[in-house]
């Protein structure tokens, strides 16, 4: 499973790949350049894309997603 | 109708990252705890009110009566911990793409209410109740 922050990877079909972010919106934002991303490469998502969102212990919020491509 | 008004397949809970396997309907409850907070100074005799505390909760009622499943929830229940549970708008294969919705939303949750109902001849239904444990966003 692949892991960014605030760039792009290279996205595999079928291999998962995990997104974090501070922010819902940013999350969003990251989601959305994989999608225009992966459509580009001739792929669509096929699972996850769920944005979960986790206050640490530190008192931080932290939102991550983890989301699958696939060639239909 | 508007074209653009979320139909009620299409809203569905995620939990632990994934949506609900064969889930038949979903709750989200948010309420507000208040208190009167009115004084001498109110007038036109309404109350005032103040926000005290807040909680959140998510119901899912689902047909997967798995032994994968039934035992995963009870184990979750058991184990008193919390698990990411949320809500999103979703489409794709089996519908289950989340499609981060504006209404989006996720918090850590505990499994406080399980219930399984067994109706002879008939589909399994379980039903769970996550009771949301700190902040939603």
Known sequence: MSKTKNDIPAIEAGKPITIEAESRQDATEQLNALRKQAEGDGLTQTEGGFIEYQR????????????????L | MALNKVMGQNFRAFIAGAAVNEATNCQVTIQGNVEDASTKDSVGGWNEEQMTSKQWSVQVDN?????????????RFNSDSTTTVGWDQTSGSQNRVAQNAAFARSGQAILNDLSIATPNRQTITVSCQYQGSGALS
């Open chain 1, 56 to 71: 640490t212990a530190e008192g931080e919020d932290k939102f991550s997603a983890v989301i699958t491509f696939n060639k």
């Open chain 2, 63 to 75: 047909i997967d009566a798995s032994l994968s499943n039934l035992r995963a929830l009870i184990t």
